[in-house]
């Protein structure tokens, strides 16, 4: 390690602003990057599920019978 | 070889592929680049003419590297779906340019941030700057080009034709900027020369390019599974696989 | 059966022209405009002669790639939406070969009119007279360039609602190179320099675009005839 | 000449089924057009007539599947009429975006005069009525020596007069040997017509 | 029995502003279009901040200025190409408050925007802090301006084919003291003088169009109808 | 209500001239419309049934003579439907250019069924077929409350279940003591229908 106390850390000789906001900006677009396609398709397996429930009913079938789809 | 490319032209086993090494990469990702941050934050030391700003660049230049070459991914991607015609093409140039244009824009930003201290602007109209904000436009156009077809299949042809033309200009641009910056006899700015980076500071370095190649890669992958759920939601597979 | 390639051609740029005759307004406006533009930036620079003779290679060049490209977003706008493009399409010519009869017409019509124009502003901006010659040919080369890349764009976006601003957005970049070579010949030749190096980039890229971009912009037709 | 094309006939479609944005739109459309066969499309709005006719032009090659096979000599026509409203009617007619060009003037003329424009000759297209502007548009079938005709609601907007006209003459291309596909709302009543419904197709 | 003409103002604009937010790029493309535009200056004129930081309110206000242009030619064409406008005129309010409204979705749309991202302009060009503030309230009020302006020719160009440039001809004249009171206000204020004279010229301005410039854009409108 | 408009009527024409560019099109109309009417404005390409129309609404002046009166009360609906392609069916009804605004959806959807959209109110309308984009414009008429209609071609690119549908929607349009003035081309077969043959005063 080359600083020596945390407070240090946060202030590099004047310069932690800096490095830090840097790596704040890039943490924040990285989560940014990973979060959204996380959430698309939570969204859209969610959608697709209850739409599968809802034309499972409007057949009068339970989910377990539509388990055995055939491959398209 | 060939029937590894045939079966990643196709969605269901492209789809199993994505999510087994995405549970693989999606930790080995995440802690290198805590690792290599750590590294470079804490334990590298201080580079005797800039002091700790100089930690940017752990950052900074593993973004802009890899945010270059992910434009020849996607120009790649657009290759094979125009000539191939293969539809896991255009999902992968769908993905990559979200993701390379978030990658220039880390690049850019880190650099306009280092850019305070060093050189008292948080601008300079460097000539590889310069080029990598066009690659910024570059990534920009495609994703505009993209958002305006309301017609996916067409809009992923539209920007596979635009990202090869890009390309076939990319070294042109690059080319053209290094010129255009010389002809103007440059003020006294200049990068730190590249051979001068000592060991220690080096091997962060390595392993935070390393980090962003994964952290591409991954992204990339989470992407093509999102747009895979979205226009295949019809299909069995999808559903099978869902359950 | 169907005419030669070659009378294809002059016959599309046949047709072009003689639209563009009937309304002798299309040809002069732009270069009206082209002058209006040059003398806002006095305006908004600040008079000095020095100043402006020292940057007049840069105004110019930007507003010619401004005004090419607001020109050439329409480009194939008006053959699209009569269906003349859908015919272009089944032809049995090459689509690239209509494409590049359409840049053709429109550089003649635009580029070449402002290079021969292109004398009265390097006057309102105090350029040296010996850059002129190589400013006139900077231009006809570097708008034959800007018109290609033009043409990849307007095919990529013809088929879409507001394509206006989007097609700028795919073209500028693209277009750097062009800027750049352009200012460096009209520079060095300011200067008293040789710009044979800059004119001879200038000439490579426009004929490697007369090549290239035809084929992409018959690519962008095709998929936007899809929609 | 494309290679789903069967011996003889000018345009076979086999089991040709069609996409438009996420929606099936048709499915299983199975036709076979020989020489001097009339044919008509029908099919209520939306039921994909135009997208059909333009598949089977090679304008449209997104979302279409099964066997399309046409004759290499054919003609499109349609919504629009590719017609440039700066030139004249004669200039119009004398260029044809299918790369075409008629040199004889007379020709030409008397394309003209056989669709009621005679004295038009020289007006600038911008300036017709509707009807008159389709009417330049339709004129193009005295002049084409295609065998195939595809036109799309070519109908539309031309009075009673202008439809008997062009009626007669769809029936002379057929007797001349050639073939014509079209769409129309309007049933019409010519010898030897034969209707095919998309919604039979509907997917 | 037609709504208040509030009402009608406020369902016009909400019309606007829905139709673009289908399409965020509507938004986000015209600001890319500007940092473009103002990347194209450096690449012209070299790169010496000096330089640039001289000419900065300069670039920004003739790049405002063009892009302006650029995007009001087009708008009401969409409207006349549809029949809206002609149902506009048959309306029992004034076609002068439609102008308005189209006139006002404008400007929210790109003027608005525009002076909001103005700060990365300025940091890109080397533009002092302080001169901040007085950009973006100098382009709000001068954009409001400009696609005042614009309206108007749009207006009276919207029946023609080809009206682009055709516009540019009739606006530029009529837009230079916009030019020059903006670039007057951002100067003063670069230099750390006060601005507010500058600035109340231009509020006059845009409060003088306000009034006038709907009813000469509904005039024109009125005649394009003919055609 | 315009002054040369009579007592009682929606509509008078007295000797009224037209000329575009600089040739006469029609010379001496006269018409009288009251309520409860159905007309037809018959007449070849180009004898000026879109003018005469554009005349009446207001919206060409130039080049008119004679005197138009006109109820206020009063639908125009030309060539061109005012649709914006990127809105959708339920929005683009929503509101009108005529600066109506209709807020209760129920009445929106209502006429969309009507015209045979249920099922498309949140489809964008760039995105439908030609007719179908001529019936968003057509469900206008089932939201209207204008005395006077006045309609060019509305029967263009419509399927005949569509034209029966239109064609009844006029009719109670006149039961309930409104009047219509359209053009077609086709021969209509509706209760009442009176036709205007322009052929006859052409110049
Ligand atoms: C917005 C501003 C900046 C941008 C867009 C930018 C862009 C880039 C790019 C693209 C690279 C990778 C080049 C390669 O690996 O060949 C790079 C590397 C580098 N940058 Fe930046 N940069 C910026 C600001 C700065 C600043 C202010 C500094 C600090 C002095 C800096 C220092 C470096 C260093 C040291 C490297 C790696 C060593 C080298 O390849 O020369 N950059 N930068
Ligand atoms: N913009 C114009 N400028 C000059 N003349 C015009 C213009 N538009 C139409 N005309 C002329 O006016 C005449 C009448 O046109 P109009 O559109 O009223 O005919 P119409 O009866 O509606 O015909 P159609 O049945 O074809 O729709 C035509 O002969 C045409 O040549
Ligand atoms: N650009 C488009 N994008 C997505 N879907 C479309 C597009 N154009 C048309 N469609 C859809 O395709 C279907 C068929 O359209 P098409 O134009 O082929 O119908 P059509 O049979 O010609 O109808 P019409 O009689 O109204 O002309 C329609 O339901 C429409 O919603
Ligand atoms: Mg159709
Ligand atoms: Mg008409």
New binding site residues.
């Given amino acids: 390690m080359y600083f020596e106390s945390a407070a240090a850390v946060w202030h590099m000789e004047g310069h932690g602003p800096y490095v830090w906001a840097a790596y704040g900006i890039t943490a924040l677009v990285i989560i940014l990057m990973l979060v959204m396609p996380l959430l698309r398709s939570r969204q859209m397996s969610r959608a697709i599920h209850t739409e599968e429930r809802r034309r499972d009913l409007a057949q009068g079938r339970t989910s377990e019978e539509g388990q055995h789809a055939p491959e398209a | 070889m060939w029937t590894f490319v045939h079966k990643m032209g196709s969605p269901p086993w492209f789809y199993r592929f994505a999510t087994i090494v995405i549970r693989w990469l999606l930790p080995t990702v995440l802690l290198a680049l805590l690792a290599g941050s750590v590294w470079g934050l804490l334990y590298a030391p201080p580079d005797f003419r800039?002091g700790n700003s100089?930690r940017i660049?752990y950052i900074?230049?593993p973004a802009?590297?890899v945010a270059?070459a992910g434009y020849y991914v996607m120009a790649i991607a657009g290759l094979v779906s125009l000539v191939w015609k293969i539809k896991m093409a255009d999902t992968a140039m769908r993905a990559v340019a979200p993701v390379g244009a978030a990658l220039t824009f880390v690049?850019?930003v880190t650099?306009?941030i280092?850019?305070k201290p060093?050189?008292g602007a948080w601008?300079v109209w460097d000539a590889?700057?310069t080029s990598?904000?066009i690659l910024f436009f570059l990534y920009l156009g495609v994703m505009a080009l993209f958002e305006a077809y309301d017609d996916k299949a067409a809009a992923a042809k539209a920007c596979a034709v635009l990202s090869l033309v890009g390309t076939v200009n990319i070294p042109i641009i690059y080319k053209s900027v290094d010129w255009w910056y010389s002809l103007h006899q440059p003020a006294s700015i200049k990068?730190?020369g590249?051979s001068a980076i000592d060991a220690s500071m080096l091997y962060p370095l390595l392993l935070m390019i390393g980090a962003f190649y994964g952290l591409f890669a991954l992204l990339v992958l989470l992407n093509m599974k999102a747009e895979l759920l979205g226009t295949h939601r019809q299909s069995a597979w999808l559903r099978s696989e869902l359950r | 059966m169907p005419p030669e390639l070659g009378l294809f051609l002059r016959f599309q740029v046949q047709r072009h022209l003689s639209a563009a005759l009937r309304r002798p307004g299309d040809i002069f406006n732009p270069l009206v405009f082209f002058l209006m533009v040059v003398t806002l930036f006095p305006l908004g620079l600040g008079p000095d002669p020095e100043v402006l003779a020292d940057f007049a290679p840069g105004i110019v060049w930007v507003v010619a790639l401004l005004s090419s490209l607001t020109v050439s977003s329409r480009l194939f706008q008006a053959d699209y939406e009569d269906g003349t493009l859908e015919q272009l399409a089944l032809a049995p010519h090459p689509l690239a070969l209509a494409a590049m009869s359409e840049v053709l017409s429109h550089w003649l019509l635009s580029g070449v009119v402002l290079a021969l124009a292109s004398p009265v502003f390097a006057a309102m901006l105090n350029m040296p007279v010996q850059a002129i010659p190589t400013l006139m040919l900077s231009l006809v080369l570097g708008t034959l360039c800007l018109s290609l890349t033009g043409a990849i764009g307007a095919a990529l976006t013809v088929g879409l609602r507001r394509g206006g601003v989007l097609l700028s957005l795919l073209t500028i970049p693209l277009t750097v190179p062009v800027l750049i070579f352009g200012v460096g010949a009209v520079r060095e030749a300011a200067l008293g320099y040789d710009p044979s190096g800059w004119l001879a980039l200038l000439g490579a890229l426009a004929a490697g675009g007369l090549v290239l971009a035809p084929l992409a912009a018959a690519a962008g037709l095709r998929i936007s005839l899809e929609l | 000449m494309t290679p789903a094309l069967r011996q003889g006939s000018l345009l076979t479609l086999a089991d040709v089924s069609l996409e438009r944005g996420a929606r099936r739109l048709l499915q299983g459309v199975t036709l076979e057009v020989g020489s001097a066969e009339l044919w008509q499309l029908v099919g209520s709005n939306g039921s994909g007539k135009t997208s059909l006719l333009r598949a089977i032009a090679g304008l449209a090659r997104l979302g279409v599947r099964g066997a399309i096979g046409r004759s290499d000599s054919f003609l499109y026509q349609g919504h629009l009429p590719g017609l440039k409203p700066l030139l004249t009617c004669r200039e119009n007619l004398r260029w044809h975006g299918s790369g075409r060009v008629y040199t004889e003037m007379q020709r030409i003329d008397e394309a003209l005069a056989a669709v009621g424009l005679a004295g038009y000759e020289d007006s600038v297209v911008m300036q017709l009525s509707a009807g008159q502007q389709r009417r330049v548009g339709l004129a193009r079938l005295w002049l084409s020596d295609a065998a195939l005709w595809l036109l799309d609601e070519p109908f539309t907007a031309i009075d009673l007069k202008g439809t008997a006209l062009l009626e007669s003459r769809l029936q002379a291309h057929c007797s001349a040997g050639g073939s014509v596909v079209f769409t129309s709302h309007q049933p019409t009543a010519m010898d030897g017509l034969q209707v095919l419904d998309l919604n039979q197709y509907a997917a």
């Fill in positions: 800039q100089y660049i900074h230049v802009a590297v270059l690049a850019l650099g306009a280092w850019g060093t050189w601008w590889r700057i990598m904000l990068f730190t590249e």
